[in-house]
């Protein structure tokens, strides 16, 4: 089966523009995630929907980050305006309700803002 | 609060078996995941545990005690394809996932 989608792969930016990032998760996973990696840590949860429905946001910068799951499949993740602190990977992953354990990441997108 | 503790990098020899530790104080628990993450790629599933006890699966197994807030990851017969960061993460109530920073671990020859 086809796997966690997301573009694009890499974006470089300059501090105060915007920029958007696209997810497609596997098919049937109900729940969908956006996480940020920055270098040397571990994945930080930003926003869980269920189906197109927000379950977890409170770890989301609500002034600068947005995100949405139109139709409970895709969803966006959009950051205006970047900040220097927001390089990162940003990771979307998906998995079938009830099994939030086992969730399967997209190759993520790797953000530079200069 | 949250904290996830892992050992930040740990060497190990191919052939070698590997230990590595994870210690947690969250404000749920539901269920401790380990994630295998080579570099510049995506974090994928290794194991799970809900109830005390090791879970084995081929090379890999997975301890917990819920008591102690404790689990490592065991790694047998390492090969240099194990060379990865290693990822423990706490399911809290609500199915949330909390990541520890993960251990770098280097396999050499």
């Known amino acids: 089966e086809a796997g966690v989608a997301q573009s694009p792969r890499y974006k470089i930016i300059e501090k105060r523009q915007s920029v958007a990032f696209w997810c497609n998760p596997i098919?049937?996973?109900?729940?969908l995630y956006w996480y940020q990696q920055i270098l040397g840590q571990g994945p930080k949860l930003l926003i869980q929907f269920q189906n197109n429905g927000v379950v977890d946001d409170s770890q989301l910068p609500k002034d600068r980050f947005s995100a949405e799951r139109l139709k409970g499949v895709d969803s966006t993740l959009k950051i205006q305006p970047a900040k220097l602190e927001d390089s990162a990977v940003y990771l979307c992953?998906?998995?079938?309700?009830?099994?939030?354990?086992?969730?399967?990441f997209g190759p993520g997108t790797r953000l530079l803002v200069l | 609060g949250q904290n996830i503790d892992q050992p930040t990098e740990m060497t190990a020899t191919e052939g070698a078996i590997v230990q590595i530790n994870c210690t947690y104080q969250?404000?749920?628990?539901?269920?401790l995941f380990w994630y295998q993450q080579h570099a510049g790629e995506a974090p994928t599933f290794l194991s799970y545990?809900?109830?005390?006890g090791l879970e084995e699966k081929g090379r890999f197994s997975s301890f917990l005690s819920r008591s102690k807030g404790y689990s490592y990851l065991l790694l047998k017969e390492l090969q240099m394809k194990d060379s990865a960061s290693y990822l423990c993460?706490?399911?809290?109530?609500?199915?949330?996932?909390?990541f520890g920073a993960g251990t770098i671990l280097r396999v050499k020859s």
């Open positions: 993460a706490v399911r809290e109530y609500g199915n949330k996932l909390v």
């Open positions: 098919s049937g996973h109900a729940t």
């Open positions: 992953a998906s998995s079938l309700a009830g099994r939030e354990g086992t969730q399967y």
């Open positions: 545990n809900v109830l005390d």
């Open positions: 969250t404000s749920g628990f539901n269920g």
